[in-house]
T-cell receptor, first 115, second 114 residues
Framework: GAVVSQHPSRVICKSGTSVKIECRSL??????MFWYRQFPKQSLMLMAT?????????EQGVEKDKFLINHASLTLSTLTVTSAHPEDSSFYIC???????????FGSGTRLTVV | AQSVTQLGSHVSVSEGALVLLRCNYS??????LFWYVQYPNQGLQLLLK??????LVKGINGFEAEFKKSETSFHLTKPSAHMSDAAEYFC????????????FGQGTELSVKP
């Protein structure tokens, strides 16, 4: 079946630094990538949607200059949290949709802790 | 706009008992509906999906869900709970079409007592 590999699974960074999270679709073409943020005991909050080769579309209230999304190829999308602060600490999950069946495949998530 | 409501943020059942997790949706077009399971510190795993074919959908691990248009519901059931079913469950609707963004419910935490 379709697999999305998300790395790293856990990262701890210092306040003010940037962190990059990668999601790769291993056996299908991810024409669309969704990035979510999840707080403890809460549901997934969609941050942005990106289509391969296009600029990402951000949800209302999400700072596009802080959460940089790149989707330059059909198998790779990245989320960079710039100048991270403790309030950015969260669980980030990607989800890919694309050919051949346009289902949704989720990555395993990244636990970001900013100290 | 589509939306999803999951009734009950926490459900507790005994091992071997029926599992029923409720989901109601709002959609102006025929929806695509999904149930996902999430274990701690992991991503989401698809249990089953409804895409306008059979109204009774069978998924993995013995779960199934029935699409009821008249009730705008898509409740998830399993005849006999296992300890390994303890997890967070999310109902979701696809906005507009397949491949559009997913709108998630608030989630239901399922506990299974021995």
């Amino acid at each position: 079946g379709a697999v999305v590999s998300q790395h790293p699974s856990r990262v701890i960074c210092k306040s003010g630094t940037s962190v990059k999270i990668e999601c790769r679709s291993l056996d299908f073409q991810a024409t669309t990538m969704f990035w979510y943020r999840q707080f403890p005991k809460q549901s997934l909050m969609l941050m942005a949607t990106s289509n391969e080769g296009s600029k990402a579309t951000y949800e209302q209230g999400v700072e596009k200059d802080k959460f940089l999304i790149n989707h330059a190829s059909l198998t790779l999308s990245t989320l960079t949290v710039t100048s991270a602060h403790p309030e950015d600490s969260s669980f980030y999950i990607c989800s890919a949709s694309g050919q051949p069946n346009y289902g949704y495949t989720f990555g395993s998530g990244t636990r970001l802790t900013v100290v | 706009a589509q939306s999803v409501t999951q009734l009950g943020s926490h459900v507790s059942v005994s091992e071997g008992a029926l599992v029923l997790l409720r989901c109601n949706y709002s959609s102006s077009v025929p929806p695509y509906l999904f149930w996902y399971v999430q274990y701690p510190n992991q991503g989401l795993q698809l249990l089953l999906k409804y895409t306008s074919a059979a109204t009774l959908v069978k998924g993995i691990n013995g779960f199934e869900a029935e699409f009821k248009k008249s009730e705008t519901s898509f409740h998830l059931t399993k005849p006999s709970a296992h300890m390994s079913d303890a997890a967070e469950y999310f109902c979701a609707v696809s906005e507009g079409n397949q491949g559009g963004k997913l709108i998630f419910g608030q989630g239901t935490e399922l506990s299974v007592k021995p």
